[in-house]
């Protein structure tokens, strides 16, 4: 199994795929990262050399990915958190960021559905 990053790559999968276990990059990160490296993109990790696989790192080190994107992201967002900007509020509030509906969707940012008590009408 090969190890970039401090990532575990999967030995059966293709090597394009396999790099998208790393935070950071996706499939056509992957490419670019491949085609710079000179590696075919068809191969599978567990037969790539040595030599291959220190080239690929090589390439991913002139990326952003992993621990270094995460801090960055969670600074960006604790700096919106305190300028106090509407993303930074919602943020704050637990509610999606993005200009998503809130009435009837959203229980991946809400949570659970909080049940409310029924009203007792009126007696006549």
Do not use: F, W
Request: some cysteine.
């Amino acid at each position: 199994m090969a190890r970039i990053k401090g990532v575990d790559i999967p030995n059966d999968k293709r090597i394009e795929l396999a790099l998208t276990y790393i935070y950071g990059i996706g499939r056509s990160l992957a490419n670019k990262i491949l085609t710079a490296a000179k590696v075919d993109i068809n191969k599978r990790t567990k037969d790539l050399d040595n030599d291959e696989i220190a080239r690929i790192r090589e390439e991913v080190d002139k990326y952003m990915v992993e621990g270094d994107l995460r801090r960055e992201v969670n600074m960006n967002i604790k700096t919106k958190m305190e300028i106090g900007c509407y993303q930074g509020v919602r943020h704050k509030k637990g509610l999606p960021v993005r200009g998503q509906r809130t009435r009837s969707n959203a229980r991946t940012r809400k949570g659970r559905g909080k049940v409310v008590a029924n009203k007792k009408k009126a007696a006549k």
